[in-house]
């Protein structure tokens, strides 16, 4: 699942970028402001992730 994520992502943002830039009369500004956003929002999602192996080791998934 994450690999098909990082695929679609590798797909879209070329475009986005061009198609913001192309919009924006060839300025780069916006399109570096998808950037920072886009990064930002996958910060935030990736610090409500909590620790999978942790969580295994509670429910007794790694117990020998």
Do not use: Y
């Not at 994520?5 to 780069?28: D, E, H, K, R, Y």
């Amino acid at each position: 699942m994450i690999n098909f994520g990082c695929q679609l992502a590798g797909f879209i943002a070329p475009m986005v970028m061009g198609l913001l830039i192309t919009a924006f009369n060839g300025s780069f500004e916006v399109a570096f402001w998808f950037l920072l956003i886009a990064n930002a929002v996958s910060i935030m999602a990736c610090s409500t992730l909590g620790n999978a192996a942790k969580t295994l080791d509670m429910k007794g998934v790694n117990a020998h």
